[in-house]
Antibody
Framework: EVQLVESGGDLVQPGRSLRLSCAASGFTFSDYWMTWVRQSPGKGLEWVANIRPDGSGTYYVDSVKGRFTISRDNAKNSLYLQLNSLRAEDTAVYYC????????????WGQGTLVTVS | TVVTQEPSLTVSPGGTVTLTCASSTGSVTGGHHPNWFQQKPGQAPRALIYSTSNKESWTPARFSGFLLGDKAALTLSGVQPEDEAEYFCLLYCGDDFWVFGGGTKLTVL
């Protein structure tokens, strides 16, 4: 069974940093694209970033470029999102998601971790 | 790129409803590989459709995805009460960049 468990969410002050983690199990982690998606309270979903299976390519939404870094450790079956220079508008539940077949961008989802910037 | 969906729709149980997904940059095509997700209150989203019309293994047969004119579309046929949820589309906008639509709140009444 595919499982994705996010952690690391917290209440932080503007300008500070935070690192989110996503522990994956139930599949061969190194075979799949991984994605971070966020959802501000009461709002819609926002695609944040994704990363190739071997970590050789990373891609970001413009609003986080230069502040957030997605990475992965295939030996540890883990995905990460480093959040720097946090702003109030970064307040959201952050979900990690696993890709599926080609262009199946977010087939499986974790339950999310809440980041509050205040 | 801004991706637009109907903010809300209402359908009767057993009825049929079509949700659409438009792009501010022009027509939605197969190259946008539309994905559709369902989200119920307090839950993580659940994938339903990818690459326009491909269903996940768990997607009920009453859900179907397709292109409708210059938009992506998701039709629910024979709507069930448990289909009440928010539905989001996701479009591939090139250079490995994706954009979600604002979501459609579907009420089954």
């Amino acid at each position: 069974e595919v499982q994705l468990v996010e952690s690391g969410g917290d209440l932080v002050q503007p300008g500070r940093s935070l690192r989110l983690s996503c522990a994956a199990s139930g599949f061969t982690f190194s075979d799949y694209w991984m994605t971070w998606v966020r959802q501000s309270p009461g709002k819609g979903l926002e695609w944040v970033a994704n990363i190739r299976p071997d970590g050789s390519g990373t891609y970001y939404v413009d609003s986080v470029k230069g502040r957030f870094t997605i990475s992965r450790d295939n030996a540890k079956n883990s995905l990460y999102l480093q959040l720097n220079s946090l702003r109030a508008e970064d307040t959201a539940v952050y979900y990690c998601a696993r890709g599926g077949n080609a262009f199946d961008e977010a087939q499986y989802w974790g339950q999310g971790t809440l980041v509050t910037v205040s | 790129t801004v991706v637009t969906q109907e903010p809300s729709l209402t359908v009767s149980p057993g009825g049929t409803v079509t949700l659409t997904c438009a792009s501010s940059t022009g027509s939605v095509t197969g190259g946008h590989h539309p994905n559709w997700f369902q989200q119920k209150p307090g839950q993580a989203p659940r994938a339903l459709i990818y690459s326009t019309s491909n269903k996940e293994s768990w997607t009920p047969a009453r859900f179907s995805g397709f292109l409708l004119g210059d938009k992506a579309a998701l039709t629910l046929s024979g709507v069930q009460p448990e289909d009440e949820a928010e539905y989001f589309c996701l479009l591939y906008c090139g250079d490995d960049f994706w954009v979600f639509g604002g979501g459609t709140k579907l009420t089954v009444l």
